[in-house]
């Protein structure tokens, strides 16, 4: 059973880099072929692709972010880490880590709520 679970601050001040860590248990992100990527969904809007990290440890980013978004891992943890620089308040939103092939991914983290405000 694969599992994603999503961890960070709940509370970001603006300007301030926010730092999630995705913790994957049942599977390894090396394993050949997966991505795995960090999606976010705002109060009452749809989701949104921030990017990915895949099984050969590149990443790509939206184009939006890119200039804000930095996706990493720990192999030795099984982690996969987002940071994303100089929150402001439209970055409110859920993030979620989920696992997949190129398509629609297959494994869902539960997500976590992350909140911008001083």
């Known amino acids: 059973q694969v599992q994603l679970q999503e961890s960070g601050p709940g509370l970001v001040k603006p300007s301030q880099t926010l730092s999630l860590t995705c913790t994957v248990s049942g599977a390894s992100i090396t394993t050949n072929h997966y991505y795995w990527s960090w999606i976010r969904q705002p109060q009452g809007k749809g989701l949104e692709w921030i990017g990915y990290?895949?099984?050969?440890?590149?990443?790509k980013y939206s184009p939006s972010l890119k200039s804000r978004t930095s996706i990493s891992r720990d192999i030795s943890k099984n982690q996969v880490i987002l940071q994303l620089d100089n929150i402001t308040p439209e970055d409110r939103a859920v993030y979620y880590c989920t696992r997949g092939l190129g398509g629609s991914p297959d494994y869902w983290g539960r997500g976590t709520q992350v909140t911008v405000s001083s």
């Open positions: 990290i895949g099984y050969n440890g590149f990443p």
